[in-house]
């Protein structure tokens, strides 16, 4: 463990709970870097923000850090950039099976859930309340939004994004589907487009099904 304290690069709400999650497992955050000049000289929870990335990298090299940004581009482009030791965090009160091992630079935060024999990728975010089932894979730089629930055996490919509420779908228009086993789910948008339309179809399916019913019951009392 580095003596000189864990650097977070970004300053936004993500770079926050980034701060947040490395406080309360007891590393010592010294300083957080960002390019956004009006941010510099600020805090973050008590961390001072300190400058930009190139007025700082400079005699850093090998110092201990987490990328504490959202978008899964700048995050790729920075570790393979920056010449920083890329350490992982997780919550305390996340609940992570011990066979589960981060990769670096990975977060997982406050009660999220990854389940045995998981793996999460490198710089990959398991955000609040999110949760990864058994056999699941995050690659890496994967971007797993609050709230999300992922079931077993379910890939999500490198740089995805799975947004708030998303829920791996194993239900299409009531029609019961074989699980995603090792499909990657940067598609789930497809999904649940399908998932509408079938459950649109479904409802009109349902409204000819009574009209019908209704217009036999009319003839039944005509002839009556």
Do not use: Y
Request: glycine share 14%.
């Amino acid at each position: 463990m580095n003596q000189q304290g864990v650097i977070v690069i970004g300053a936004g709400g993500h770079g926050k709970v980034v701060v947040a999650t490395l406080q309360a497992v007891g590393r010592s955050v010294v300083e957080v870097w960002d390019d956004d000049r009006e941010k510099s000289g600020g805090e973050l929870l008590g961390v001072p923000v300190v400058g930009s990335i190139a007025d700082r990298i400079a005699g850093a090299e090998g110092r201990e850090a987490v990328l504490g940004i959202g978008d899964n581009r700048i995050r790729r482009r920075f570790a393979s950039e920056l010449p920083l030791t890329w350490i992982s965090a997780v919550h305390p009160s996340a609940v992570v099976h011990p066979s589960v091992r981060p990769g670096e630079g990975t977060v997982v935060f406050a009660g999220a859930v990854v389940q045995p024999d998981a793996v999460l990728g490198r710089h990959a975010i398991v955000n609040t309340g999110a949760t990864v089932d058994h056999d699941g894979e995050l690659g890496d730089f994967v971007r797993v939004a609050p709230g999300v629930h992922l079931a077993g055996e379910v890939s999500v490919g490198e740089g995805a994004v799975l947004g708030i509420g998303d829920r791996q779908p194993h239900l299409l228009g009531g029609m019961r589907q074989p699980p995603l086993h090792r499909q990657h789910v940067a598609a789930v948008d497809r999904v649940q487009a399908l998932s509408h339309r079938m459950s649109f179809a479904s409802g009109v399916s349902g409204i000819v099904s009574r009209c019908r019913a209704s217009a036999s019951r009319r003839r039944s009392h005509r002839r009556r």
